[in-house]
Structures are given as structure tokens and as C-alpha cells.
């Protein structure tokens, strides 16, 4: 077993951050780190929380810190920020409402960029949820960011997840043409002592109604986490999927399948890595991306049969 896996399982916090560096830094010894990781995983809930900017997120996942802790429930909170596709920064700002959580023992939060996924979530933030079960938290917490990718992304890796809309704010009939609606297993009306609160519950029952869902009947809760009101509800409400998950044959199938994806992603991950390498390791092939007539689908074409042939001489000799 690889020695920060050992340590990992023996409790050492350390360890665990370290490792999570490891894979965000892609290191050689990543995929048989992660593969011990796998193999002594505690099965926390991994619980998704996201929705568009302003919605109260954060605030949202500070006051469930404050319950699950007072409930004796130790929790690692991963919150993802985006990447600037300009600088390559990222503002990783949701540690300053969480900080109040900072010396607990019982909690760990870690922020994480999305580094240019694909998706809106990194490959590094699905490893990290495994490492954080491995360690022996009870409840790992992702916050992503925005409404789009990152829900249809995070959907692949926790759980349960919870999209937070807050009233007036033109959100559903966001989340029911990019199809969240599908991937939603509850819904959070945060700052539910606004107006309109009432308008967007039948909205929200209305699409629900239209998108025929399976046998679980998502949830809709109101909260105002500003108060710590119905704080204690949404987490009930968690408890309960988790609970249809083990229970049920469709919650076993929705594991099945997102392991099925996770085993795709991993070969996805792994295959354009080997490309990219491949294409920028050749000074030939740097000073023909360069050309102002490249015809783009012709060289791609090209190159991919180009690494198939080196590939298939590798493997052969």
C-alpha cells in the first residue's frame, strides 16, 4: 500500500492534505495512490451543494457545519471556485465565511480550483472527495460554482445533491433548460423571507410535475441561513436520500452507473493526457499549429492516426 494511503487510514490529517496536493499536481504516483485510497473508503455521504452566484451557498454550508458538528458528525467541506481562462487564478474566497470553523478538529475545508476542466469540477475534486472518506469523515460537503456544467459534473460524484435558488432571482427556468432539474435530488429556497418565496415553491412543483421524476419525490426546503432557519430540515431531508440510496434498487443502480462514468472519465483523463503529450512534444507539429491556413479538422484527423500507429508499435514491441 502506497505510505500516504498508511497514514491516511491511521488518521494522520496531514497525510490527507498532502495527498490532495498530489493529485491536484497530477504526480506520477496519483492513479496507485488513489487506487489503495478506493480500497479502504469508509463511505461517508458526499453531499453536493450548488447553484448560481448569490444564492447563499456558502452561508448555507456554514450553518450545516455548525449542525452536523453540534450533532458530533465530523465533516470535510471541499468548496470549488473557478478558474480565470485569462490568468489561470482563482479567487478560492469561500474559506472567509467558513472561518469561524478553522481550529475545529472535526472539520477540514479545503478550496479548489476547476484548473480548466472540461466540466465545471476538476478531476482533482472527485479524488479529493475519495481521499477525505478514506481519512474517516462522516459527511464530505462540495460547493461548486454557478448553474451550468458544474451540476451536471457533480452529479457524477456525490451522493445527494442540492440546488440553492432564492426568490426573484429567474433561476428556474434556468436549471429546467439546462436539464438540472434531472439531477436534483432536493431543492434549497434560501432567503426564503424574501417575497416571491411562495411564486417560486409552485414553480418549482409545477416543472417537477412536467419532468416526471423516479419514485423519489424531491424535497422543496425553505431556509434562511442569515437566521439558521430550516437548517435542521434540510439536513433530515439529506439523512432521508441517503437512506433511499442503500435502500433502494434505483439508489444502488445511481452508484452503479456513476462508477461506470467515473471508470470513463478515468480513461478519458488518462488518453488526453497521452495526446496532448504527444502533439507537444513534437517542435514539428508546434510550428504547424501556427500556420494561419490550418485546416483544424484535417490535422486532427491526421495526428490522431499518427499517435494510434506509435501507440499500436509500443504496445507490440
Known amino acids: 500500500m502506497h505510505e500516504l494511503a498508511e497514514r491516511i487510514q491511521a488518521g494522520d490529517i496531514r497525510a490527507m492534505a498532502r495527498a490532495i496536493t498530489l493529485v491536484e499536481n497530477n504526480h506520477p504516483d496519483k492513479l496507485a495512490l488513489l487506487s489503495d485510497v478506493f480500497s479502504i473508503k469508509k463511505q461517508a455521504h458526499y453531499i453536493g451543494i450548488t447553484g448560481s452566484p448569490g444564492a447563499g451557498k456558502s452561508s448555507l454550508v456554514n450553518r450545516l457545519l455548525t449542525h452536523l458538528r453540534d450533532r458530533g458528525l465530523t465533516v470535510a467541506v471541499i468548496a470549488v471556485d473557478p ?6 487564478g482563482a479567487l478560492l474566497g469561500d474559506r ?5 470553523h478553522f481550529t475545529d478538529p472535526g472539520i477540514f475545508i479545503r478550496s479548489m480550483a476547476t484548473r480548466g476542466s472540461l466540466g465545471g469540477l476538476s478531476r482533482a475534486t472527485k479524488d479529493s472527495i475519495r481521499i477525505c472518506d478514506a ?42 433548460k439546462a436539464g438540472i432539474m434531472e439531477i436534483a435530488d ?57 437512506a433511499y ?26 488518453l488526453w493526457k497521452d495526446v496532448q503529450t504527444f ?22 484527423s491526421a495526428w490522431l492516426e499518427e499517435w494510434k500507429k506509435q501507440r499500436g508499435r509500443m504496445g507490440s514491441s
Not at 478558474?83 to 489561470?88: E, I, K, R, V, Y
Not at 440510496?245 to 462508477?259: C, M, P, V
Not at 502533439?279 to 490535422?299: A, T, W
Open 135 to 176: 481519512y474517516g469523515f462522516d459527511v464530505v460537503l462540495v460547493e461548486t460554482v454557478g448553474v451550468g456544467q458544474s451540476e451536471l459534473d457533480i452529479m457524477k460524484v456525490v451522493d445527494t445533491t442540492a440546488v440553492v435558488l432564492t426568490p426573484n432571482s429567474g433561476d428556474v427556468l434556468q436549471i429546467f
Open 83 to 88: 478558474t480565470s481562462p485569462f490568468s489561470g
Open 279 to 300: 502533439v507537444e512534444s513534437d517542435e514539428r507539429k508546434q510550428e504547424q499549429l501556427k500556420e494561419e491556413n490550418l485546416d483544424p479538422y484535417e490535422q486532427a
Open 245 to 270: 440510496l442503500d435502500e433502494t434498487e434505483a439508489g444502488r443502480q445511481k452508484r452503479k452507473n456513476q462508477l461506470e462514468l467515473e471508470v470513463y472519465d478515468l480513461m478519458r483523463e488518462e
Open 186 to 242: 432536493l431543492f434549497v429556497l434560501n432567503k426564503a423571507d424574501l417575497p416571491g418565496v411562495r411564486k417560486l415553491k409552485v414553480q418549482l412543483e409545477e416543472l417537477l410535475m412536467i419532468s416526471g421524476h423516479t419514485d423519489w419525490v424531491n424535497p422543496i426546503i425553505e431556509t434562511v441561513s442569515t437566521e439558521n432557519k430550516g437548517i435542521d430540515t434540510l439536513w433530515q431531508e439529506f439523512v432521508k436520500h441517503r
Open 96 to 100: 472567509i465565511r467558513m472561518q469561524q
